[in-house]
């Protein structure tokens, strides 16, 4: 029997990550938690084609449930119209009590909102990474610009070949 190399083993399959691309420049981030997502069967093939979009998203607390608004996950094409889904639809996301409580701690502060970072797969699971974040200032968003393209020029640098 031949033998897996070492290579093949510490590779996880591939599984789409659909990320908020603007959030972590928008929004300083003070705590992550990953959740579980209440989702349909043409929901989760359409996230599995990568065919979603996080921007304009927020997660919303309602009750004792957390719900995430205003993601787009795509109509999946190969379903019969009976079985589609809607794509703008609030989904439940599944945490612990201990957990939704913490949300709801930040969430009452002042200037504090949950935003969605990231939508994958975890063990066949589908996962969102929701964070308590606060909104950047122009002049943070200035700061983090100028560092973006300090640590790019001093990767460049590095880059270089020396002869």
């Known amino acids: 029997m031949a033998k897996k ?40 093939k359409s996230l599995r084609s990568s065919s979603a979009s996080l921007d304009g998203a927020y997660a919303m607390l309602r009750g004792d449930q957390v719900f995430l608004c205003g993601a787009n996950i795509a109509v999946y094409p190969q379903a019969v119209g009976q079985l589609q889904h809607d794509p703008l639809r609030d989904r439940r996301l599944l945490l612990h009590k201990r957990q939704i ?5 930040h969430v009452a502060q002042k200037g504090h909102t949950l935003i969605p970072l990231a939508i994958y797969f975890k063990d066949g699971w589908a996962k969102c990474e929701i964070a308590a974040a606060t909104g950047k200032r122009d002049f943070d968003k200035r700061e983090s610009i100028q560092k973006r393209e300090h640590d790019r ?11």
């Open 5 to 44: 190399s070492a290579k093949q083993d510490d590779q996880a399959p591939r599984t789409p990550r659909i990320g908020n691309r603007r959030a972590h420049f928008d929004y300083h981030i003070i705590e992550k938690v990953e959740a579980g997502m209440e989702l349909t069967g043409t929901e989760v």
């Open 101 to 105: 409580e913490q949300l709801k701690v």
């Open 153 to 163: 020029d001093m990767q460049r640098v590095k880059g270089r070949k020396q002869y």
